[in-house]
């Protein structure tokens, strides 16, 4: 079974600073890893996907994220934060098969950006 | 506009009561989705409907039932609610049932059993 483990549970930063999230999977074959934000008493929004392909992924709001086979990581990363991305963010996984659509979840990391 | 409603927003509950939670989607999507959401657990998928008509279990099914009698509506039951199922209540969808599709949340119910 695939697992899903994001290794900060709260991350400050500063405005304008670069911040990385990091997640790690494990899985035995191949694997769709997602990364969702939270605002505060909001759904979730999906910030970028990697299915196959280029290993870094652009998604929206100037977030980026690289797949990294060798080390099982999918970490996060933005240049340069403003406080509108204060919220939670989820790191997610499939493997496919007759795991269709079932997503596993990371515990979430709380991303505060301070003035 | 498009997208998932989810009802009621928020609801306290006595433990022993019957409780409904709905959720509507209106861009025909075939596959949804229960997820309840926990303080440092992230979000655990309860039961999920890859179509109309069929529904499974997922990592945390008990105590909680689902039906999808159509496309739209996928409403979860907790039949005698205890304290443990205090959460807050995701429903989402997605087009299809391949992994790669994105799944699209509902704005959440926050649910308190005492």
């Known amino acids: 079974a695939q697992s899903v483990t994001q290794l900060d549970s709260q991350v400050p930063v500063f405005e304008e600073a670069p911040v990385e999230l990091r997640c790690n999977y494990s899985?035995?074959?191949?694997?769709?890893l997602f990364w969702y934000v939270q605002y505060p008493n909001q759904g979730l929004q999906l910030l970028l996907k990697?299915?196959?392909?280029?290993?870094l992924v652009k998604g929206i709001n100037g977030f980026e994220a690289e797949f990294n086979k060798s080390q099982t990581s999918f970490h996060l990363r933005k240049p340069s934060v403003h406080i509108s991305d204060t919220a939670e963010y989820f790191c997610?996984?499939?493997?496919?098969?007759?795991?269709?659509?079932?997503?596993?979840f990371g515990q979430g990391t709380i991303l505060t950006v301070h003035p | 506009i498009a997208g998932i409603t989810q009802a009621p927003t928020s609801q306290i509950l006595a433990a022993g009561r019957r409780m409904t939670l709905r959720c509507t989607q209106d861009?025909?999507?075939?596959?949804m989705y229960w997820y309840r959401q926990d303080l440092g657990l992230g979000l655990r998928l309860i039961h999920y409907?890859?179509?109309?008509?069929?529904?499974g279990k997922g990592e945390v099914p008990d105590g909680y039932s689902v039906s999808r009698a159509n496309t739209d509506d996928f409403p979860l039951t907790l039949a005698s609610a205890v304290p443990s199922q205090t959460s807050v209540y995701f429903c989402?969808?997605?087009?299809?049932?391949?992994?790669?599709?994105?799944?699209?949340f509902g704005p959440g119910t926050r649910l308190t059993v005492l």
């Open positions: 989402a969808s997605s087009e299809g049932v391949s992994s790669y599709n994105e799944q699209f």
């Open positions: 899985s035995s074959v191949s694997v769709y």
């Open positions: 990697y299915l196959s392909g280029s290993t």
């Open positions: 997610a996984g499939t493997t496919g098969g007759t795991s269709y659509g079932k997503l596993t």
């Open positions: 861009m025909r999507h075939n596959a």
């Open positions: 409907s890859n179509t109309a008509g069929t529904t």
